[in-house]
């Protein structure tokens, strides 16, 4: 299941393209959300974890259609398409570098629209089928792997903003984390703390901090803490978003992720 993020600054836009993409009941979509700001879209979509298909303009206030997507680019879950008043070449050019395989020219059709989303969600399912074909091991030794590799980088020199952002991180993994407020603090540009924190930890702001929510809550359920316990813990605003979170991490659900690890500790 996937949800879809809609981002243009005009109201009418975004909201008629999301009443647009309900209707066609796709199977695959369960939810639909409407921006008109780029930096509200961020700080939601570095929280979300899920399958996320983002329908964005280009040219808006503050920060632009094609900043959002080079900020996201680091995260495979995403996918773009570009739906835009401006018929300029530069722009979709800079497009397909990250990805967008439509560039729907306002105003477009709904069946246009529909095309664009049904193909990307098609081309998504084959990709997913082609990743587990090829994968020789379970999924969730990989995902093991990477968090003990995160675990051993603990001893790094990190620079000073980083390491200060991790211990942030830890000491606050039960409140809403939003990068563009831990550069404010450290007085630092978003996109150079961006760039930053990766190439220090490996990990993009929004994928370490997933991995720390999923890791604490672990330990605590393999502690004897209730699932409600856990999720209000480590950030979610509900039991259900904590699950679905869980789930998607470790591809399976937290009482047999708990029965599964029981023993080893």
Same mark, same amino acid.
């Given at each position: %299941?996937?949800?879809?993020?809609?981002?243009? =600054?005009?109201?009418?836009?975004?909201?008629?393209?999301?009443?647009?993409?309900?209707?066609?009941?796709?199977?695959?979509?369960?939810?639909?959300?409407?921006?008109?700001?780029?930096?509200?879209?961020?700080?939601?979509?570095?929280?979300?974890?899920?399958?996320?298909?983002?329908?964005?303009?280009?040219?808006?206030?503050?920060?632009?259609?094609?900043?959002? %997507?080079?900020?996201?680019?680091?995260?495979?879950?995403?996918?773009?398409?570009?739906?835009?008043?401006?018929?300029?070449?530069?722009?979709?050019?800079?497009? %397909?570098?990250?990805?967008?395989?439509?560039?729907?020219?306002?105003?477009?059709?709904?069946?246009?629209?529909?095309?664009?989303?049904? &193909?990307?969600?098609?081309?998504?399912?084959?990709?997913?089928?082609?990743?587990?074909?090829? %994968? &020789?091991?379970?999924?969730?030794?990989?995902?093991?792997?990477?968090?003990?590799?995160?675990?051993?980088?603990?001893?790094?020199?990190?620079?000073?903003?980083?390491?200060?952002?991790? =211990?942030?991180?830890?000491?606050?993994?039960?409140?809403?984390?939003?990068?563009?407020?831990?550069? +404010?603090?450290?007085?630092?540009?978003?996109?150079?703390?961006?760039?930053?924190?990766?190439?220090? &930890?490996?990990?993009?702001?929004? =994928?370490?901090? +997933?991995?720390?929510?999923?890791?604490?809550?672990?330990?605590?359920?393999?502690?004897?803490?209730? &699932?409600?316990?856990?999720?209000?813990?480590?950030?979610?605003?509900?039991?259900?978003?904590?699950?679905?979170?869980?789930?998607?991490?470790?591809?399976?659900?937290?009482?047999?992720?708990?029965?599964?690890?029981?023993?080893?500790?």
């Amino acid at each position: %299941m996937l949800e879809v993020v809609i981002i243009d =600054d005009e109201k009418i836009e975004a909201e008629g393209n999301k009443r647009r993409v309900l209707h066609m009941n796709h199977s695959e979509i369960e939810s639909v959300r409407a921006f008109t700001s780029s930096e509200e879209a961020l700080d939601y979509l570095e929280q979300t974890s899920h399958l996320t298909l983002v329908i964005i303009d280009i040219n808006m206030p503050g920060m632009s259609g094609l900043l959002l %997507m080079e900020i996201m680019q680091a995260r495979p879950e995403f996918r773009f398409i570009v739906v835009s008043a401006y018929d300029n070449f530069k722009y979709a050019q800079q497009s %397909m570098i990250y990805g967008v395989k439509y560039y729907l020219l306002k105003p477009c059709s709904y069946e246009e629209l529909k095309k664009a989303v049904e &193909t990307t969600i098609l081309e998504w399912d084959r990709e997913v089928l082609e990743l587990q074909g090829k %994968m &020789t091991v379970p999924w969730s030794y990989v995902r093991r792997m990477a968090e003990l590799s995160a675990s051993e980088k603990k001893d790094k020199e990190y620079h000073v903003s980083v390491r200060w952002a991790l =211990d942030y991180i830890d000491r606050h993994i039960s409140e809403k984390l939003n990068m563009a407020f831990l550069a +404010n603090k450290r007085n630092l540009n978003y996109s150079y703390f961006s760039q930053l924190f990766k190439k220090e &930890t490996g990990y993009t702001f929004s =994928d370490y901090v +997933n991995m720390r929510r999923m890791q604490i809550a672990g330990e605590r359920l393999l502690e004897g803490a209730g &699932t409600e316990e856990v999720s209000e813990a480590v950030g979610f605003e509900s039991v259900k978003s904590f699950f679905r979170a869980f789930k998607s991490y470790y591809k399976m659900s937290p009482s047999a992720w708990k029965k599964e690890h029981s023993g080893r500790n």
